[in-house]
């Protein structure tokens, strides 16, 4: 077997947290983990040799040039949420900084962490994004737009993963995770009400499991950046609140509609304050994207598919009751400042 030298940012977030003990159990590529904190790497980093830990920053990336130069898979899963500066600083200028560092000769994967909040429904870019995103948003949307128009990177894997799910008390939680145990306490108002809307979402166990592959299975050397929308097939709101329902033995026969006229009713009622972006997302409702990709599009087992173990996984009991820790961190991808 060919070992790799694989260098990974956002260890310790919830995703990453995933992706680093998939590597270290399942295989023996050598691991250059950068990381802020070593304290919040709740990984056994001792279970085999080949396991390097980097305490640094993104803002630091050219102290690791010489090592970057040696690298065969680049995992970039690091991001920075808030503060308009400190986003596009981190999320564009230092990792454009990081993809420039790697040899484009001995590199041949640079899996960069996207979201699928930047796509439009045929995956192409959503000008809306860049319009009316989040400082994070536009960030990865202004990432996207530069490296395209680049020359003399390495292969790039861009994953936009859609919905995340994770966490397990040891690993951080996602925010959607962390948010579960709430709505499930209400859902005994919820299964009352229908609402036009659909998604996608994929736990961070099928999300490592992807990235395993990808690590074996790197794009074709044309230049090209290979996209991939990670996630389950789309579920109606509606079809995702029956399933809920059913898993927790709830009624759920007939339901009232929040039109749109309503929901507009009621944002004036209570005058409520939307941002940009909130109001584009409550005007668009189908996040769905073309040919989304998960563990069993590479003919792998997958981890988290259905509702149904959307629940379990987070340690729902049928009954409603949570079996696992509270959430000790919510953040999808690990905050590199």
């Known amino acids: 077997m ?9 260890a310790s977030g919830c995703i990453g947290h995933y992706i680093v003990e998939t590597l270290i159990q399942e295989t023996k590529h050598e691991l250059y983990l950068l990381v802020r904190n070593r304290d919040k790497l709740k990984i056994d980093c001792n279970a085999r040799p080949g396991i390097h830990i980097l305490e640094s920053d993104l803002r630091e990336i050219s102290r690791w040039g010489e090592i970057l130069q040696t690298i065969d898979v680049a995992i970039l899963a690091a991001t920075a949420w808030g503060g308009t500066q400190e986003v596009f600083d981190i999320n564009v200028v230092k990792t ?5 560092l790697l040899n484009p000769e001995v590199c041949e994967n640079a899996i960069y962490f996207s979201t699928a909040s930047v796509l439009d429904r045929h995956n192409r870019l959503l000008t809306e ?28 894997t861009a994953v936009f993963p859609t919905l995340v799910l994770g966490g397990d008390g040891v690993k951080p939680y996602s925010h959607l995770s962390s948010g ?15 609402a036009d809307g659909s998604f996608h979402f994929i736990h961070a166990e099928d999300i490592a499991r992807v990235v395993r592959y990808l690590v074996d299975n790197p794009p074709e050397a044309n230049g090209a950046m290979r996209k991939l929308v990670l996630g389950n097939s789309a579920v109606t709101v509606n079809q995702a609140i029956k399933e809920v329902c059913k898993y927790l033995n709830k009624f759920n026969l007939f339901g009232f509609p929040l039109s749109s006229w309503l929901v507009e009713v009621l944002i004036f009622a209570f005058r409520v304050k939307m941002a940009p972006w909130d ?9 769905t994207y073309d040919n989304p990709v998960n563990p069993a599009t590479f003919g792998l087992p997958s981890y ?14 049928r009954k409603g009751k949570v079996s696992l820790p509270p959430a000790i961190e919510m953040s999808a991808v690990e905050s590199s400042h």
């Not at 109001?279 to 996040?287: G, Q, S």
């Not at 988290?304 to 009991?317: E, P, Y």
């Open 2 to 10: 060919n070992f790799k030298k694989i260098f990974i940012t956002g």
């Open 96 to 100: 454009i900084k990081l993809l420039k």
């Open 129 to 156: 994004a860049n319009q009316f995103g989040t400082d994070y948003i536009r960030s990865k949307y202004e990432l996207l737009s530069q490296i395209s128009r680049m020359r003399g990177l390495p292969q790039i």
């Open 180 to 194: 579960l145990p709430d709505i499930v306490k209400h859902i005994n108002l919820m299964r009352w009400l229908r």
């Open 279 to 287: 109001r584009f997302c409550l005007d668009y409702r189908h996040f």
């Open 304 to 317: 988290c598919s259905t509702m149904g173990d959307v629940l379990r996984t987070r340690g729902i009991s």
